[in-house]
């Protein structure tokens, strides 16, 4: 059986792995080597997780030279993150602060 297009969506998302990818291309675009210096992971789990991100167009490919640069995807991901952040300000902060308290 085929998974849903929402359940492959929210699944990449909810991934902390790749969302902390995520998070760290909001400022620039990144290749593997300086994510992997920014994140605390192995070089091996960020592409394996970039290859999700990029499959599903949460973030773009583009090669410079012998480098891959990797980008968020500004029409898409980013408003949707700066719409979640608004949400989770307004109205997740005191649960999940209560909730590690």
């Known amino acids: 059986m085929a998974k849903s297009p929402y359940k492959i969506f929210f699944h990449t998302l909810g991934n902390k792995t ?3 990818i995520i998070h ?6 990144m290749n593997v080597t300086e994510l992997t210096k920014k994140l605390p992971y192995k070089q091996s789990t960020i592409s394996h997780n970039l290859k999700r991100l990029v499959s599903c167009q949460f973030v773009y490919l583009q ?4 480098y891959r640069y990797y980008s968020l995807n500004k029409e898409t991901i980013e408003p949707l993150l700066k719409i979640i952040d608004k949400h989770v300000k307004n109205h997740c902060s005191k ?3 209560n909730r590690h308290e």
């Open 63 to 66: 090669r410079k030279g012998l």
């Open 18 to 20: 790749r969302l902390e």
């Open 24 to 29: 760290a291309l909001r400022n620039k675009p």
């Open 95 to 97: 649960i999940c602060k």
